[in-house]
């Protein structure tokens, strides 16, 4: 929020006044603000302690959170049938255990019996991805 700078104009519409009645509180002093060149920008935080209340986003500005993704393929080699189907048992319940995060998170594994191979596909949030290769570790390395 410290970064937010709203133009003369843009107070005006959001308190509901004239802009030249804003202009004129700044050059009175009543409300803070930073001359660039031939315009005023008034901070968020002076707006906040003018009106003595908080200061929603103006229309259209959204708050935006970084979303990423993980797709992920294991392959693990050498894994009994009995191992393979700990894990994946593990990762089912683990996969759908709403502690893990709010973000969608998929799980699917497969098994080929000939060359003792297990693949897991995970489709994900970063944090939830490294929890669920934490438990396949611990799994693993036993």
């Given at each position: ?6 133009s ?20 009175d002093?009543?409300l ?37 993704d993980v797709s992920?393929i ?6 009994s ?6 894990l ?17 998170f ?37």
């Amino acid at each position: 929020m410290a970064d937010r700078f709203y133009s003369v104009e843009q107070v005006a519409e959001h308190l509901g006044l004239h802009v030249r009645t804003v202009r004129n509180y700044v050059r009175d002093g009543r409300l803070a603000a930073v001359r660039i060149g031939k315009q005023y920008r008034i901070a968020h935080e002076d707006l906040e302690a003018f009106t003595g209340r908080p200061v929603p986003p103006p229309p259209g500005e959204t708050a935006r959170r970084r979303h990423t993704d993980v797709s992920a393929i294991v392959e693990i080699d050498a894994v009994s049938r009995e191992t393979a189907d700990r894990l994946s048992t593990l990762l089912m319940a683990a996969a759908t255990d709403r502690r893990l995060g709010d973000q969608p998170f998929r799980v699917e594994t497969t098994y080929d019996e000939e060359r003792a191979r297990m693949k897991v596909i995970v489709l994900g949030g970063l944090r939830d991805t490294a929890r669920l290769l934490d438990y396949m570790e611990g799994v693993l390395a036993t």
